[in-house]
């Protein structure tokens, strides 16, 4: 396994969201989580991951979590107890080195945390639109939110550059509706490579459109890194709410693929 990826091996909690005990192992590429504990299963691996958010509101003094991640060829026992002097979560694992080395391993400023999981329809296709100008499009402080990052040169540049270097590709077999990326830095679906925009799609398209501007905006983050000099970690992707949102003709296991591309590890609730 490449030093840089991040699989999770075996999950364990209990007393969380209502649910008094949880405990599954990982062995496949693709994993689809049990219900009816699929929603709270996964907040709980964005928690383990270092979304220390992800469990807001579902964690008390008696909830605990073990998880046996491996990044590379180190196998971390990390463990999440809800500090009650804090009111937060707070992470430990064998060792205080161990828990150092898996706390920066999975460090992500707060931009890239609301990338940790797809939650069908968001802000997706807007987001490189809004990093273009923050201070008009963006809702909120993005200097703030990428520990000033966003703000660099090379943010700049590598933005600019990643949107004129897309290519069109087709929204879904069999249609002529084709994903593009404007100059402004918004995603938009056209018919045809030169088309017009499509205004109004349908439940569907829409689910595959949101869901291919995520992917991209994972990519973008993970060039971003190597352009800053960042420790680049490849993370499971992780998927929410799916199943109610595509007809019979759309064919999952090619959307999972695209995110293979990406990742080692692709988790579905």
């Known amino acids: 396994m ?11 909690y209990k007393n969380i969201g209502g649910e008094p ?4 192992n990982f062995y496949d590429a693709v994993e689809y989580l049990d219900e009816p504990f699929s929603q709270i299963t996964l907040r709980v691996i964005r928690l383990a991951l270092g979304d220390r958010q992800a469990c807001d509101g579902i964690m008390g003094k008696d ?20 500090m009650v002097d804090t009111c937060s979560p707070g992470f430990y694992a064998k060792t205080v080195k ?3 080395e898996y706390s920066s391993a999975v460090m992500r400023t707060k931009e890239e945390q609301t990338l940790s999981c797809f939650e ?4 997706y296709p807007e987001r490189l639109y809004q990093y273009l100008n923050p201070e008009e499009r963006y809702s909120g402080d993005l200097w703030n939110a990428t520990d000033g990052i966003s703000t660099t040169k090379t943010f700049q540049r590598f933005l600019r550059r990643f949107i004129q270097s897309f290519r069109p590709e087709r929204l879904l077999p069999g249609k002529d509706y084709w994903l593009h990326l404007e100059s402004d830095g918004r995603f938009t679906v056209r018919l045809g490579i030169n088309g017009e925009e499509i205004p109004c ?26 352009r800053c000099r960042f420790p680049v970690l490849i993370s499971p ?4 709410d799916f199943s109610d949102r595509l007809d019979e003709n759309v064919n999952f296991n090619i959307l999972l ?3 293979c591309e990406i990742s080692y590890q692709v988790i579905v609730a």
């Open 2 to 12: 490449h030093e840089n990826v991040l699989q999770i091996k075996q999950l364990f």
């Open 201 to 226: 799609l349908s439940e569907t398209e829409n689910w595959v459109y949101h869901y291919l501007c995520y992917l991209y905006l994972l990519r973008f983050w993970n060039e971003m890194r190597k």
């Open 98 to 100: 161990d828990t150092m």
């Open 257 to 259: 693929e695209r995110a």
């Open 120 to 123: 069908g329809f968001g802000t």
């Open 63 to 82: 909830s605990h979590v073990e998880a046996k991640v491996q990044i590379g060829s180190t196998e971390y026992d990390v463990h999440v107890k809800y």
């Open 237 to 240: 992707i992780l998927i929410r």
């Open 21 to 24: 005990y949880y405990l599954r």
